[in-house]
Nanobody, 123 residues
Framework: QVQVVETGGGAAQAGGSLRLSCVASGRTLSTDGMGWFRQAPGQEREFVAA????????YYADFVQGRFTISRDNAKSTVYLQMNSLKPEDTAVYYC????????????????WGQGTQVTVSS
């Protein structure tokens, strides 16, 4: 059984920063592509960022380019999402997920999901 747990959400002012962490247990993290998605109230879940198993290849949604950075530490089985220059429209529940299709932006390619962590950005 794979478990994915996100931490690090919270409240921030516009222009501020937050770092989300995601720990996956129950299998070897280094063999999985990992991704971050988000879902705002009344909206569909959308892709934010993804990273390959080596950590060298990262992929981003256009709306976070230059502001968010995804990284991973396989020794700690942890994936991070550093969020800078936050905007009120970044307010959402952020989900971490694992996939065998590294780099995918499609939610249906992800097999294991965390419970989500709330990020709230005020203006």
């Amino acid at each position: 059984q794979v478990q994915v747990v996100e931490t690090g959400g919270g409240a921030a002012q516009a222009g501020g920063s937050l770092r989300l962490s995601c720990v996956a247990s129950g299998r070897t993290l280094s063999t999985d592509g990992m991704g971050w998605f988000r879902q705002a109230p009344g909206q569909e879940r959308e892709f934010v960022a993804a990273i390959g198993w080596s950590g060298r290849n990262a992929y981003y949604a256009d709306f976070v380019q230059g502001r968010f950075t995804i990284s991973r530490d396989n020794a700690k089985s942890t994936v991070y999402l550093q969020m800078n220059s936050l905007k009120p429209e970044d307010t959402a529940v952020y989900y971490c997920a694992a996939t065998s299709r590294a780099g995918s932006s499609a939610s249906w390619d992800y097999n294991y999901w965390g419970q989500g962590t709330q990020v709230t950005v005020s203006s």
